[in-house]
Structure formats: C-alpha cells, structure tokens
C-alpha cells in the first residue's frame, strides 16, 4: 500500500467522513461512486493502526469539486491497485490528449525502466466519466523508476516534456523505498546531493537530504509525524 494507490471498497462500506461540516450532498456523492465501483485513493495515513486505512475521494456535486478524506475498515477493501496508468489514459482518451510530446514522454518513460501512474483531476474524469478536468489542472503523477541509475534521463526527460507540452506536469517520483518526492522540486535540486528536500512517506512527512534518499540511508532522519 503506498499514497496513491486506489482503494476498491465493498459498495456498502460504512464510511467515517472526517469533516463534520460535510453537506450531505457530497457525502450522498461519495456512497453513490462507491456503489458504480469508483476507487478512493490512499492517503497520508495518521497512524499505523492496521485495521482502519484513511482515504480521500474527489467528487463534484451541482459544480463544486470536494476532497472528501473518510476512514474504513481495512477489511472493508476488496483490492488495491496502482493509480490510472498514464499509458491507459492516453489510448483510451486520444481526444483529450493529442499533444506528442506526452506520448513521446510515454514511451521513453518504457525505455528507462520507469513506471507513470495519474492522480488527481484527470484520473477522477477518467474513473467517473464526470468533468474534473479544468484548464487550469495540471496533469498529476506519480514516477516509480525500477532503475536508479536512469535517475538523471528520468529527470531530463521529465524538464525536457515540461518545455514541449501544452499540459502542465506535476507530481511526485519514488527514490526511496519508503519515500516519494516532489519531482520539480527534485529538479530544483538535483544533484546537489547536500540540498534538502520534502519526503512523503506512508505516514510522514520530513526534510531531508538528498543523499539520504539516494543513499538509502535513514538512519539519521529525524522523521515527525504528518
């Protein structure tokens, strides 16, 4: 189970919302895309308590877009996958996506031994056939590189398809077992191995150097819970 990944629920899962204030629209919203088998998405999770997972869902009720963060059962989850693969997308939504350079992007991404996975609004309008999408949403994702050593092609590819495309690129790119980072962060960064950076983990959040991830040494990390 990693942030990010998709949660799919029993359709009559009882769910803890954690915002009192939620309208209840939004949360009739959320049982309704439970019931059509839409998955929500792992989150932050705020302890390490095994029978109850945190997750977020994003629906639109009468225009308005809530992030609606709950808690179940774990036993409540039938599976967990991976998010959307960009790959998937991109052959299922040709229309949506006629900019080259995101599929040139694609594909080098196979030939360097990386995996690209899509989060926020546009894996939502794929999910739930309801209209996220706005012009001003960036294409979020989520890079997991099976090979470290095409760490620096990976980045170049990533600044390379940000100069090219039409859609903005945002997201974050796994260097660490245990840690995802901010890949334009990264970018700022790298590879000034001194530099800190964020560090987004299952359950926490912490600053740290860049030789620490990419030395898989963290020993020394002072990590604080999100």
Known sequence: MDRHDLAYLHPVADLHFLDSS??????????????????MTICRQDNDDAAQVKLAINCLVEGCKYRVACLVEADEIQLITRPLSLHTLLIERPQSF?????????????TLNCEVYVYGSYAYEYLTQEAYVRVSSDLDLVLYPQDMSRLADILQL???TQTLSAVRLDGEIKIHPDWHVSFNELLMIYPEA??????????????????????????????TEA
């Open 22 to 39: 939620l309208p209840e629209p939004a949360r009739q919203k959320v049982y309704q895309l439970l019931q059509q088998s839409v998955p």
């Open 158 to 160: 990533i600044q390379k």
């Open 194 to 223: 001194k530099q800190s950076i964020i560090g987004k983990a299952l359950q926490h959040v912490d600053m740290l150097k860049l030789e620490q991830l990419l030395e898989w040494n963290l020993e020394d990390a002072n990590c």
């Open 98 to 110: 006629q900019d080259a350079a995101l599929h040139d992007f694609a594909k080098a991404l196979v």
